[in-house]
């Protein structure tokens, strides 16, 4: 694939994700017969309307100083020039110097000039700043957050459960291998580790009642204060709860995502969207109860729930799954 087509399926993948949201989206937009732009994004609502002029670079190499200051001069004059209301310049590759973005924009409006990374970006569109901080401000104020938009309150609710904010205590696990006999961790430690550094699939088992919900909220809490920590490098995922219960009763994976995921604020049109995006999202699922999504846990029937969550882990996205089916009879299902 050569760098033009690279660069239109990258502005395809940019302008589904405004048009998710409810942009309208222009491509390919001519300000002046010296400058086109390859996005313009337009979203009404609230009797306002916000009009964003985007830019997608997929270089070799970061993003060089002159083309940030560039990009930076024509976006600066069409905001003094009322004909935008903000400008990303989103970059695959990163940028040579990030301060700049800082420095640039000191003089403007919050926000009205920005510089993303992809998946800096696409946490920023879809909207999981809300979700993370949510989640954070909730677990670490026990609970007496006010959270005015009750986004995600399916989620919070399940954090009340049982008063987890002051109740859970993080148990120690054996990791045992080949060479040696085994060496004390922390488990959801353990398990941020796998699926966020070492990108693994995970099986949680336990009998009912022995803390495997509990053991994924608070692994939720964990990742998402680990996601948002500015000063910590290397690879982090957005943690994605998901209770497996009922979803038995969908013909189609991803519609039940789309219903879940909904339940959270986050917005896809439809299964299709979420299918095609689900890969390049940041994220970890954590799927809990397997052997809560139908009614009976027969043989026939786990053999079926297996089959109904197998696209998943045909996917890059790592996924931890709880049950407290045994695992011997989910591998001869």
Same mark, same amino acid.
């Given at each position: 694939m050569d760098t033009t087509t690279k660069?239109?399926?990258f502005e395809d993948e940019i302008a589904s994700l %405004?048009?998710?949201?409810?942009?309208?989206?222009?491509?390919?937009?001519?300000?002046?017969?010296?400058?086109?732009?390859?996005?313009?994004?337009?979203?009404?609502?609230?009797?306002?309307?916000?009009?964003?002029?985007?830019?997608c670079k997929i270089h070799a190499k970061p993003i060089p100083s002159r083309i940030i200051s560039d990009f930076y001069s024509r976006a600066k004059r069409?905001?003094?020039?009322?004909?935008?209301?903000?400008?990303? =310049?989103?970059?695959?590759?990163? %940028?040579?110097?990030?301060?700049?973005?800082?420095? =640039?924009?000191?003089?403007l409006p919050r926000n009205a000039i920005r510089f993303f990374g992809y998946?800096? %970006?696409?946490?920023?569109?879809?909207?999981?700043?809300?979700? =993370?901080?949510?989640?954070?401000?909730? %677990?670490?104020?026990?609970?007496?957050?006010?959270?005015?938009?009750?986004k995600i309150q399916p989620l919070i609710e399940q954090f009340s459960r049982d008063n987890l904010y002051t109740?859970?205590?993080? =148990?120690?696990?054996?990791?045992?291998?080949?060479?040696?006999n085994g060496n004390p961790v922390q488990i959801t430690a353990y398990l941020e580790d796998q699926l966020s550094i070492q990108n693994q699939n995970c099986l949680l088992l336990g009998e009912i009642g022995s803390g495997k919900t509990s053991v994924c909220l608070y692994l939720t809490y964990l990742m998402s204060k680990q996601f948002r920590n500015q000063n910590k490098s290397g690879s982090k995922r957005i943690p994605l709860y998901i209770s497996l219960s009922g979803a038995g009763k969908y013909a189609d994976l991803y519609k039940f995502l789309v219903m879940r995921l909904k339940e959270y604020g986050f917005r896809f049109d439809n299964s299709s969207e979420l299918r095609r995006l689900i890969e390049v999202l940041p994220i970890a699922l954590l799927l809990d109860g397997f052997d809560?999504?139908?009614?009976?846990?027969?043989?026939?029937?786990?053999?079926?729930?297996a089959k109904f969550l197998s696209p998943l882990f045909k996917l890059s996205i790592?996924?931890?799954?709880?049950?407290?089916?045994?695992?011997?009879?989910?591998?001869?299902?």
């Open positions: 660069g239109t399926v %405004f048009s998710m949201q409810g942009y309208e989206v222009k491509r390919q937009v001519r300000n002046s017969v010296a400058e086109e732009y390859d996005l313009l994004c337009t979203k009404r609502e609230f009797g306002s309307e916000n009009v964003i002029l985007v830019e069409m905001l003094t020039e009322c004909k935008i209301t903000n400008a990303f =310049l989103i970059s695959k590759s990163g %940028f040579v110097k990030n301060f700049l973005s800082n420095e =640039l924009t000191k003089e998946t800096e %970006f696409i946490s920023e569109i879809v909207g999981f700043d809300y979700y =993370l901080d949510c989640i954070i401000a909730d %677990f670490e104020n026990q609970g007496n957050s006010d959270h005015s938009e009750k109740r859970y205590i993080d =148990l120690s696990a054996i990791e045992k291998s080949d060479n040696s809560e999504m139908m009614q009976s846990n027969t043989p026939y029937v786990i053999k079926d729930m790592p996924v931890l799954l709880t049950s407290s089916v045994c695992l011997q009879t989910i591998r001869t299902s």
